[in-house]
């Protein structure tokens, strides 16, 4: 059996590729990576997320057609990813024909299955563009929406509702017993306390929308972008003939559409729930919320250009507990890259292979498997405690170094203390695979015969 991991949502082609989406697609790929290489048949989706209001409106500012805005926006998200060595198994956009095709016999089976009213409700509200959602008074300040300090738009509209009410006991179930496990634990806590408060029925079209899907059963409706993204797991995993989702890996903003919506969706046609939704925290970039307004967005060619592809992998999931909050700074991220990979893991791999080199000596010995620890971390997605396992080892090989004095022994005994010493390299090299995989290639190589000086594999910044 496959299992199916994605890097959500699929970004919304609303905004460029920022660290924010580039941390999370990032640690997806890692997860991905590590299940193939245990000799999982492991799936990876990503892609961009192009229909509503907000991208038509987009548009219309950049002189060009909603899809013409989406295809450059969806262009950088694709060349981010493919610059950063994400290994994903497709890179899905909503705006492609199958995925028109399986959101509208999706819905049409919610309509079917009586999941959905016959007939449109009338619906007044307060609306968010620059969410695409509906906002309650309660969470306006002054009237405005507090991220947007936008006034939202009263609407007044027929919409059709999706009947999610009828799911909330089975979800309670479904959650409180792991059945569809969110994690941080803490998230799903929030998660039953919220569930248990109640559920209503939710819109799930547009009157007044012409850049999104039409409903299969009134055409003069348009399907809520939001509603039409979340099927884009289904498109993959069914054309895969992959199911349930094994992790959906989301911003803890989106952890409510992941975790009760598209699980009651499922379940409205018939088809199992995701096993597990996982919520990662956010960054803050010097102690303030990244914001195109502030002007401190952080960008993935900003971070490879100064640390490199595996340099950004590694600084992004070194720095901080995967699941908890981050600030970030380049001083925070410069130390890292100088403590742990110029000086710590570069340093070490020049010292072994030189005292190699001068003596002759290697070690043919290949056979290794990703530390029993290392596994274990990756599994329950601890990746940063796995970052911390395997610096570890780095700096136990070093102590090993001191303590031998290589440079002191002759014969059979220098012989004995450097295949050790390559032995450990080797072993630090496969349980980076899934976290830094060039870096670990190149490694594996150096030392995989004759071991020969090699340029630094991370130059000081
Ligand atoms: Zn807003």
Redesign the pocket.
């Known amino acids: 059996m496959g299992k199916f991991f994605d890097t959500t949502p699929i970004y919304y082609v609303n905004d460029v590729p920022h660290i924010g989406h580039t941390y999370t697609t990032v640690a997806a790929d890692i997860i991905a990576r590590f299940h193939k290489l245990q000799g999982d048949d492991s799936y990876l989706l990503t892609g961009t997320d192009e229909h509503g209001a907000k991208i038509s409106q987009a548009a219309e500012k950049h002189n060009q057609t909603p899809k013409e805005y989406a295809d450059t926006i969806s262009k950088e998200f694709n060349e981010a990813w493919d610059k950063l060595n994400i290994n994903y198994s497709r890179f899905i956009r909503t705006t492609d024909e199958d995925h028109i095709k399986t959101v509208r016999e999706f819905l049409q089976k919610m309509y079917d299955n009586d999941a959905v009213d016959k007939e449109p409700r009338l619906y007044k509200g307060l609306y968010?563009v620059?969410?695409e959602k509906f906002?309650s008074p309660e969470e306006l300040v002054d009237g405005l929406?507090p991220?947007?300090k936008?006034a939202?738009i009263e609407y007044s509209e027929e919409n059709y509702y999706f009947k999610l009410s009828l799911f909330q006991k089975q979800l309670e179930e479904l959650i409180s017993t792991d059945q569809i496990k969110i994690r941080p634990e803490t998230r799903k806590n929030e998660i039953l306390g919220k569930l248990k408060q109640g559920l209503e029925d939710i819109s799930i079209s547009r009157a007044n929308l012409e850049w999104g899907i039409p409903l299969p059963f009134n055409p003069k409706h348009s399907i809520y972008v939001w509603i039409d993204a979340l099927i884009n797991y289904y498109t993959f995993g069914k054309e895969k003939g992959i199911w349930p989702t094994d992790l959906h890996l989301v911003g803890k903003d989106i952890l409510w559409f992941h975790s009760v919506i598209w699980p009651a969706m499922l379940l409205s046609v018939g088809e199992q729930p995701p096993k597990e939704v996982f919520a990662h925290g956010f960054f803050s970039i010097g102690g303030q919320k990244m914001s195109k307004t502030i002007g401190n967005v952080i960008k993935p060619e900003e971070l490879i250009q100064k640390y490199g592809v595996d340099g950004t992998r590694y600084v992004l999931l070194a720095a901080f507990p995967f699941g908890e909050d981050g600030d970030f700074s380049w001083e925070l991220f410069d130390k890292l890259y100088n403590g742990n990979l110029a000086n710590g893991l570069g340093n070490l791999i020049a010292r072994v292979a030189k005292l190699a080199q001068d003596n002759n000596i290697s070690e043919p010995k290949n056979d290794f498997a990703i530390s029993e620890e290392v596994s274990q971390l990756i599994q329950n997605y601890h990746l940063n405690a796995a970052l911390t396992y395997i610096w570890n080892q780095i700096a136990d090989t070093d102590k090993l170094i001191n303590l031998q004095k290589p440079w002191t022994l002759k014969g059979g005994e220098l012989e004995t203390a450097l295949k050790e010493l390559i032995l450990h390299i080797k072993q630090i090299a496969h349980n980076l695979q899934p976290f830094m995989p060039e870096t670990s290639e190149k490694i594996l190589k150096q030392f995989a015969g004759e071991v020969t000086v090699q340029p630094p594999l991370f130059p000081r910044i």
């Open positions: 968010c620059g969410h906002m929406c991220d947007h936008t939202p």
